[in-house]
């Protein structure tokens, strides 16, 4: 199994900045597809990011070129580095993990872009 912690969410205003990290343990954190989801206030929780084994990165067009997620494998981390956040971005993000046929979620950080 997969286990996971969240970091680094907060409020942030409109165009600024925000890294979000996520620590995983209790598997080969190198196995794992890694991903970044958000749901906000009535919505469905949706993919932001994603990067895979070997380092390819997916994004969402709504935040292409401004999000980078990445990953060190060394510490067992994955972040979503957030730039030029807009107010829609506002939700709650969420670290997944993927490992064959099994999903693991971390419990999920706040980020609120205020205007």
């Known amino acids: 199994q997969v286990q996971l912690v969240e970091s680094g969410g907060g409020l942030v205003q409109t165009g600024g900045s925000l890294r979000l990290s996520c620590t995983a343990s209790g598997s080969t954190f190198s196995s794992n597809t890694m991903g970044w989801y958000r749901q906000g206030p009535g919505k469905q929780r949706d993919v932001v990011a994603s990067?895979?084994?070997?380092?390819?990165?997916y994004y969402a067009d709504s935040v292409k070129g401004r999000f980078t997620i990445s990953r060190d494998n060394a510490k067992n981390t994955v972040y979503l580095q957030m730039n030029s956040l807009k107010p829609e971005d506002t939700a709650v993000y969420y670290c997944?993990?993927?490992?064959?046929?099994?999903?693991?979620w971390g419990q999920g950080t706040q980020v609120t872009v205020s205007s």
């Open positions: 997944n993990a993927k490992l064959f046929a099994m999903n693991f």
């Open positions: 990067i895979d084994t070997a380092g390819a990165t």
